[in-house]
């Protein structure tokens, strides 16, 4: 079921390839949170509404909860889509990037079970994943010092191993 929605989400982001804007554009902003590189090659798309597969296939899948959340920014993969009210909210994309950061430290397979189970588990205001992405958010929010995102979730990924037999 996990195979729709990596067939979709690949589906998605060719279709909005032409679109999407680089996040090198953020080097400024967010320096000392992630290298340059990562920046150049994680993107995002302004969009009128945040894609969202059909319920029938979150259902199916297991993300039902995900529809509730209505969210202004979603990440698939490399690329995270943004409604136009959130284009200029660097707290919603520095966000964003911290899951394109777990997409790219987990794998797509990975990524996608381990939110599941997550969400499951603990259901969305309390799941490790989302828990990165707001700690960082605030942070940043705050004005703190900036440190290595990608440290960071790869040091929380390992001190809480995803369980994904489904228990
Ligand atoms: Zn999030």
Known sequence: MIQ???????LMNRQFEGDRQSCAEFSDSFAGYFPQNFL????????????????????????TDLYEQN?????LGNTYYVLPTAKNNLRLHIHELVHAAQWKLL?????????????ERYGYDNMPLEGM???????????????????????ELEGNPGDSSGR
């Open 40 to 63: 150049a090659e994680t993107y995002y798309v302004v969009v009128p509404k945040v894609p969202m597969p059909a319920y029938q296939f979150l259902e199916e899948a297991g993300f």
């Open 4 to 10: 729709m929605l990596v067939d979709w989400m690949t």
């Open 107 to 119: 794998g797509v397979d990975s990524f996608l079970h381990r939110y599941r189970y997550e969400l």
């Open 71 to 75: 969210p202004a920014g979603l990440t």
């Open 133 to 155: 992405a707001y700690a960082v958010d605030e942070h940043y929010a705050l004005g703190r010092r900036p440190f290595d995102v990608l440290e960071f979730v790869t040091r």
